[in-house]
């Protein structure tokens, strides 16, 4: 599977999980820690919700040819994300059930033409080609589903998916400041070189992409000494 191949089916598909474990939530689990350091479940919640909202805004200079960011500034994306954080469980839910609707409506109107058109995620930022919003909104899902810490893992999504993520997350690792020497073999046969490919790491691709996304080495096994990563998924 390719970045390119992400369908809104897909993403769909991976939403209504998503959906279906923000409603089993009562308000007292939204307040509890979740995967992403220093932020809540409801951070968590707050945050999806909100890079739905962006997402469309990408779409909709593509489908209409109005100029536009996918956010205004880094500081109001912050600062939306923690004013909607401590909410109930139910506005929480009914806010990520509209948003997501809306996103699925802009993806299913994308035409291929509409693919190549590059939207800056902030004023003078760097640029998001159209093609990848699918991608990206799935990748935003399965993630934070995941920093949800409510059952659903990285073992979860169809295996072309976590094949997928973990070959981007690696690819990003590729293109960091400073990024580690690592070569990673997963126990399903993918096998991703990054640096000198110094450190061997084996583990399940859930695993591996557990620990380059969060940093936990749990079923995770290194020949040396476990490098450090430069940024989390």
Not at 51 to 73: E, I
Not at 204 to 211: E, F, I, M
Request: hydrophobic share 45%; glycine share 8%; aromatic share 4%.
């Amino acid at each position: 599977m390719k970045h390119a191949d992400v369908t809104p089916q897909l993403v769909e598909a991976e939403t209504d999980r998503l959906l279906a474990t923000a409603a089993a939530f009562v308000d007292d689990a939204v307040a509890e820690p979740s995967l992403c350091a220093g932020w809540s479940r409801g951070h968590v919640l707050a945050h999806v919700a909100r890079n739905a909202d962006a997402l469309v805004r990408v779409c909709d200079v593509a489908l209409t040819g109005s100029p536009d960011t996918m956010y205004d500034d880094v500081e109001s994306r912050d600062a939306d994300i923690e004013r909607d954080a401590a909410r109930s469980a139910a506005d929480h839910l009914l806010d990520l059930r509209t948003t997501a609707g809306h996103l699925a409506g802009r993806l299913e109107s994308l035409r291929p033409e509409h693919a190549e058109v590059r939207v800056e995620r902030t004023p003078g930022g760097f640029a998001i080609p159209v093609g990848m919003v699918a991608f990206m909104r799935l990748r935003e899902v399965v993630f934070h589903h995941v920093d949800l810490d409510a059952g659903y893992t990285f073992a979860s999504p169809p295996a072309e998916v976590v094949a997928l993520l973990l070959r981007d997350a690696a690819n990003r690792l590729r293109h960091a400041d400073e990024p580690p020497s690592l070569r990673i073999a997963t126990v399903e046969g993918d096998e991703h070189v990054i640096g000198a490919g110094a450190t061997r790491v084996t583990g399940s691709a859930a695993d591996v992409l557990l620990w380059l996304a969060r940093g936990r080495t749990d079923g995770v096994e290194f020949d040396g000494a476990v490098p450090t990563l430069p940024f989390g998924g």
